[in-house]
């Protein structure tokens, strides 16, 4: 089972900020939240991944709190071509492999 | 990172009959993974293939009817056996980053069974 919990859709203003949030509650020590986009019948596209502090690269911002148990992904000027299903996933970043378990995600539609 | 490709990238199949799906990688990774979207679904884990090892598959998926090669550190195929049209979905390769543990993902092949 998923080991996250994701609203299914959300909209956004173009040029606004798209907060996404997701529940981790379960997440423990060693294991790193990561976030992924799938646009429309592509394969699934690596955001962002962070362990306890915030995070920031050029596609978005992850924001997660000091008990771990929840995020947000930032996208700070969304556009039209962020409309995508947006995946939050927690594994462990090191020791060896860890099945990943995609969720649900959230459907972002990027309005004009 | 990673650069995947995936053959064919879509096609669609009579009931009864197999498809093997190609996956390519531009470099050396030890994980691939082979996952199954369907419609309006998220991704599943159908199994990891190591290379020189079987296949390990997830609950749900046989070896039977998915049978997958691994034959050197870049290839890998699935074959989707005796396929029925709730076959039909996306189904998509994706390696392991080294060191950072992200995941890349093919294109995906996208499968119509009728």
């Known amino acids: 089972d998923a080991k996250t919990t994701q609203p299914p859709s959300m909209d956004c203003a173009e040029g606004r900020a798209a907060n996404l949030p997701c529940n981790h509650s379960t997440i423990s020590g060693n294991e790193y939240v990561y976030w992924y986009r799938q646009i429309h019948s592509q394969g699934p596209q690596y955001i962002i991944h962070g362990l306890k502090n915030n995070e920031t690269n050029e596609m978005a911002s992850l924001i997660i709190t000091e008990d771990r148990k929840s995020s947000t992904l930032i996208l700070p000027h969304a556009t039209l071509r962020d409309t995508a299903v947006y995946y939050c996933i927690v594994r462990v970043g090191s020791g060896g492999y860890q099945k990943v378990t995609f969720g649900t995600g959230t459907k972002l539609q990027v309005i004009p | 990172s990673a650069v995947i490709s995936q053959k064919p990238s879509r096609d669609i199949c009579q009931r009864g009959t197999s498809l093997t799906i190609q996956c390519q990688v531009d470099s050396q990774v030890t994980m691939m993974f082979w996952y199954r979207q369907q419609p309006g679904q998220s991704l599943t884990l159908i199994a990891t293939?190591?290379?020189?090892?079987?296949?390990?598959?997830e609950s749900g998926f046989v070896i039977d009817k998915f049978p997958i090669s691994r034959p050197n550190l870049t290839f890998s195929t699935l074959t989707v056996s005796n396929m029925s049209p709730e076959d039909s979905s996306i189904y998509l390769c994706?390696?392991?980053?080294?060191?950072?543990?992200?995941?890349?993902f093919g294109p995906g092949t996208r499968l119509t069974v009728t």
């Open positions: 293939a190591n290379q020189g090892s079987e296949a390990t598959y």
């Open positions: 994706s390696v392991e980053g080294v060191g950072n543990y992200e995941q890349y």
